[in-house]
């Protein structure tokens, strides 16, 4: 079992960067000779290019003093905002691999307020990496404030998005923003993203660095291989990257990196994962918006190193809260999406339910560390308020290099073992029996399982709940088969204390699982819980 560790921090931080600019701008076999381009886009000459030169040039870059990234244009750039983005859009037809049988044309986006500093694109073909150039005739801009004698010939791009290879509309892919990267599958529907690196998120009197890729090389393979390399760069680490994507039922990225530090960092995130949560049926009572549900992602999945399944339902905390999984050599982590019933949002704008589930799974050993996840208040959904990583417990100092290689699933649902049931919903309420006196304090928590050996059991059948508590009194523990359904209800009390009122928000933490003939039936459940007044 994972140990758990939690802390709460008494600032409301909040991440708040541009969610959906992305999404609104199966490979064959393709040549990697020079491919004919429309013209509307230019291409610098080819220079040669493979990974180890990335990865020299990294460590290079991490032996000089770190210079911040520089803003073209910076007036102009500063004052694109959300509506007049809108009005700038890329030209299809100037797509880089436009009109190539089987490849994926990729779109280019324009620099705007929330991302004004450039990044360098190349296209890698057997001719070597050209350099994409900006060409104000890829973009049309429709009346506003801007056109395009309103920037500079060398401009530059804010990042790319890949389109579906078969000409449908949409995304696939989206690359922009500091080290920002999403997926559309399975449901063409964007949600969550991955990050680069997180470097210091939660430490104490340090504000949160946020890496940034500079560049990147794009390579269109055949075999129904994209390749994206990039150059990652911050105050503290510069590093070489390469993204191996493949397309099938759920899209795969082989993640591998080389990092290189300038200076020692106090937490390490690897394979970030960054997303929302303001309100599920687990906290509805709290919600001011009239859709029933409003998430990208409602719970932390873990495969342990010793081989245990948690899920851990998300919160919106009143504060800051950290919470670690202390682990070796994990199998796996991610954030996911459990809930998938249209009428649980009744949102046909952003449809939440189709939002992707993102699984981390470990390339090789990682020795001792923790996944940690970091819940940041929110009021609205429109800021990404989850962090999700891996903090090694050995942390670099200046003049480390680290390697990390790991593979990034968008799909449904995480990869899981057919025979083990997963936790599907969180409520809570007040304590007792209706028609009863009610306790003045406590909650009633109600926890649904399906899945696995789930519905060949029937309430006589010996299914045990098993139910733990950090703290407090739990009663009236009971599970059953919901009538007319595959799926079980696990249903108890949890009472605690009047908290300490110097730590008000301290939470309590629970964990459950049923069990049949001694062997776990689920997942087990660990959910952070406050005790809530009704």
Do not use: C
């Amino acid at each position: 079992m994972a140990d758990q560790l939690s802390s709460t921090s008494p600032t409301p931080a909040r991440r708040s960067f541009l969610r959906g600019l992305a999404g609104l701008a199966g490979l064959a076999a393709l040549p990697r000779a020079a491919w004919a381009q429309a013209g509307l886009v230019p291409l610098g000459p080819p220079r040669a290019y493979d990974f180890d030169r990335l990865a020299r040039m990294a460590r290079e870059l991490a032996g000089r003093a770190y210079v911040p990234p520089p803003t073209p244009a910076a007036e102009t750039v500063a004052g694109v905002d959300y509506d007049d983005y809108q009005r700038i859009r890329f030209r299809e037809e100037a797509a880089l691999f436009a009109g190539q049988a089987d490849a994926h044309p990729i779109g280019l986006f324009h620099l705007h307020k929330f991302a004004p500093s450039p990044v360098t694109l190349s296209v890698v073909t057997d001719a070597g990496a050209q350099a994409v150039l900006y060409s104000p005739n890829a973009f049309s801009f429709a009346p506003g404030r801007f056109t395009a004698e309103s920037f500079p010939a060398d401009l530059g791009y804010a990042g790319f998005r890949v389109k579906h290879a078969d000409g449908r509309p949409g995304d696939w892919l989206a690359f922009m923003g500091a080290s920002y990267f999403r997926s559309s599958d399975p449901f063409d529907q964007y949600g969550l993203s991955a990050r680069g690196l997180a470097i210091d998120t939660t430490v104490a009197g340090r504000a949160e660095e946020f890496p940034r890729f500079t560049s990147f090389w794009i390579d269109q393979r055949p075999a129904g291989v994209l390749v994206i390399d990039a150059l990652l760069d911050s105050p503290s680490v510069a590093g070489a990257y390469r993204i191996e994507i493949r397309r099938g039922a759920a899209t795969t990225m082989d993640v591998t990196t080389r990092l290189f530090f300038r200076e020692g960092v106090r937490q390490l995130g690897v394979a970030p994962l960054t997303s929302m949560f303001w309100y599920s049926e687990t906290n509805r009572h709290a919600a001011t918006d009239w859709r029933p549900e409003i998430h990208d992602s409602d719970g932390l999945a873990l495969w342990t190193g010793a081989g245990e399944r948690l899920i851990r339902p998300l919160n919106n905390p009143p504060v800051v809260v950290t919470s670690s999984f202390v682990d070796e050599n994990p199998r796996g982590f991610g954030l996911v999406k459990r809930d998938r019933a249209f009428a649980n949002f009744e949102d046909d704008g952003v449809f939440y339910e189709k939002r992707p589930s993102v699984w981390v799974e470990p390339l090789g050993e990682w020795g001792r560390g923790a996944v940690q996840l970091v819940e940041i208040p929110t009021d609205d959904e429109i800021h990404d308020n989850i962090v999700a990583f891996w903090n090694p417990e050995r942390l670099p100092a200046a003049g480390d290099e680290r390697a990390f290689a790991y593979r990034l699933h968008w799909a449904a649902d995480e990869p899981r073992e057919a025979t083990l049931g997963r936790a599907v919903a969180t409520r809570l309420g007040r304590p007792g029996a209706p028609g009863s006196v009610r306790p003045p304090r406590g909650n009633k928590i109600v926890v649904d399982f399906a899945g696995g050996r789930l519905a060949e059991l029937g309430s006589g059948d010996g299914v045990e709940p098993i139910v733990a508590a950090g703290a407090g009194t739990v009663s009236g523990v009971y599970a059953l088969r919901v009538r007319g359904h595959d799926h079980w209800r696990l249903v108890f009390d949890i009472d605690v204390p009047d908290t300490d009122a110097s730590d008000p928000y301290r939470p309590v933490e629970l964990r459950a699982y049923l069990a049949h003939g001694g062997e776990p039936l689920t997942e087990t459940w660990a959910f952070q819980h406050r005790p809530v007044r009704f």
